[in-house]
């Protein structure tokens, strides 16, 4: 991906993210609230991340927590992982697949390292 596209394709895959993001929250506190059907567990994620530069991954980092519901807790440059906390456990591996598939592609055509 050039970096043309990612600066294209960046901005609205993360407003698409927060945006979907931010109905399964609301949903989420709405059942809780109203007691419908059982609140979903929260759980802790340790994810990998694509070789990036540190400012790469800190942009990483931040988009990860400003998606309602996930919320970036450390990030290890070292290793190349990142504790996130996640509202909804039953979404975990899906909302990991999203953030590899949507965020980590165009953050390397900018700020990507080699291995």
Known sequence: MNKLTAAVLLPLRFGWAMLASGVQTVAAIIRR?????????????????????????????????????????????????????????????AEVDAIRRDFEPPLLAWFGESA
């Open 33 to 93: 609230g109203l007691v419908i059907g059982t609140p979903p567990a929260a759980t802790f994620v340790r994810i990998g991340f694509a070789p990036m530069s540190p400012q790469g991954a800190a942009l990483l980092g931040c988009m990860i927590s400003l998606t309602p519901g996930t919320t970036v807790i450390d990030i290890d440059l070292v290793r190349r992982e990142m504790v996130l906390h996640m509202l909804d456990a039953n979404n975990a591996a």
